[in-house]
């Protein structure tokens, strides 16, 4: 295999899980805080809220874990497996 592609290969798979961590945070702490101040005003919906709150964080996370999976699959599968299958 050629060095560039294996270089490359396993460069954008950094940047992509850098990017993806990135944003996933930013997207988990504005979700917290909107919870945290939408609970304030109206404690009665706590449970409420709080549902809605861990369903969207399990989903902001997996979109991480998505990238997660791809970058390794693009970091082991084709510059050390010669391209796979």
């Known amino acids: 295999m050629n060095p560039d592609v294996a270089k490359w290969s396993v460069i954008t798979a950094g940047f992509a899980l850098a990017f993806a961590a990135g944003l ?18 109206n404690p009665g919906a706590a449970g409420d809220i709080r549902g809605s709150l861990l369903l969207g964080l399990v989903l902001i996370e997996s979109l991480a874990i998505y990238v997660l999976l791809i970058s390794l699959i693009l970091f082991f599968l084709y510059p050390f497996g010669g391209g796979g299958a």
């Open 24 to 41: 996933a945070a930013l997207a988990q702490g504005r979700a917290v805080s909107s919870a945290a101040e939408a609970i304030a005003r």
